[in-house]
């Protein structure tokens, strides 16, 4: 499950560069950066539990 929680995160932080540089999608990109950031803070702070 932790793999797949970094796979997760990997996915949407290239998706928000992707949004961020190439296309103006506005403020809203910005979205997949923050659930991007709470999924690998959630696997820093709960370690093996998820």
Not at 29 to 50: D, F, M, S, Y
Request: cysteine-free.
């Amino acid at each position: 499950m932790s793999n797949l929680l970094y796979t997760i995160a990997v996915i949407l932080v290239i998706l928000w560069a992707l949004g961020f540089f190439v296309y103006s999608l506005g403020s809203i990109i910005h979205i997949l950066l923050v659930i991007a950031i709470i999924a690998i803070l959630l696997r820093l702070i709960k370690g093996r539990e998820i």
